[in-house]
């Protein structure tokens, strides 16, 4: 089955992370597909109650962070970085970002998509679809599928993008699950050198997920 209208925002996300985060000194900012900087601010993440999300500590270490409908965990340190993909064309729900090291910081961007077309329609449907168009997106060979996951519950799949911009080989992990209708897509990025605890990272997500 296909599902045109929640395909392109999931590839695009792949472009958009790919922007790299400033210099040492600087906060994490990201880039649209279209070469523009996103600079316009956004609120922050906000606990079930309404109130400001003061990233409590997760059992693991990591931070737990709330997004739409469901909560997960990030990498210690990570901040809130959603001010600087705000005012793109892409809906992101939440984006985190590490500190940056030689001009690039690692980052996590969740993007939450509910079509009417979704509706009834199961992940493993559009998992080809998704993995075309986002290699697509990037002028990158299409990556296999890798061993599906679980997000509390949901069948989630994913795959790894490798690729080099200016300079840097980066890595994209992304992870697609279907959750009431709604796809999420959460896309892991780090530089090629920095990707040690890139597959610890994506695994502490997971684990970390709960839907609410």
């Not at 897509?185 to 050198?193: G, I, K, M, P, Y």
């Amino acid at each position: 089955m296909r599902v045109h209208p929640s395909v392109p925002a999931a590839a695009a996300i792949l472009a958009l992370t790919l922007g790299g985060c400033g210099s040492d000194d600087e906060e994490p900012t990201a880039s649209t597909p279209g070469g523009t900087t996103a600079t316009q601010g956004a609120g922050a993440p906000t606990t079930t109650d309404g109130t400001a999300d003061s990233g409590g500590t997760a059992a693991d270490g990591g931070t737990e962070i709330t997004g739409t409908g469901y909560r997960t965990v990030v990498p210690t340190g990570w901040k809130d970085a959603s001010a600087q993909t705000a005012g793109t064309a892409i809906r992101i729900d939440r984006t985190y970002a590490g500190p940056p090291k030689d001009g690039f910081a690692a980052n996590v961007v969740i993007i939450r998509e509910n079509p009417p077309s979704l509706k009834g329609v199961k992940i493993e449907d559009v998992e080809k679809q998704l993995r075309e168009q986002g290699a697509g997106v990037l002028g990158a060979p299409v990556p296999d599928a890798e061993e599906p996951l679980s997000l509390d519950g949901e069948d989630a799949v994913r795959w790894t993008l490798r690729r080099s911009q200016g300079g840097r080989q980066l890595v994209q992990r992304q992870l697609a699950s279907i959750h009431d209708d709604q796809l999420f897509t959460v896309t892991l990025s780090s530089t090629a050198e920095d990707d040690g605890d890139g597959e610890a990272n994506l695994r502490s997500l997971v684990d970390g997920w709960k839907w609410e």
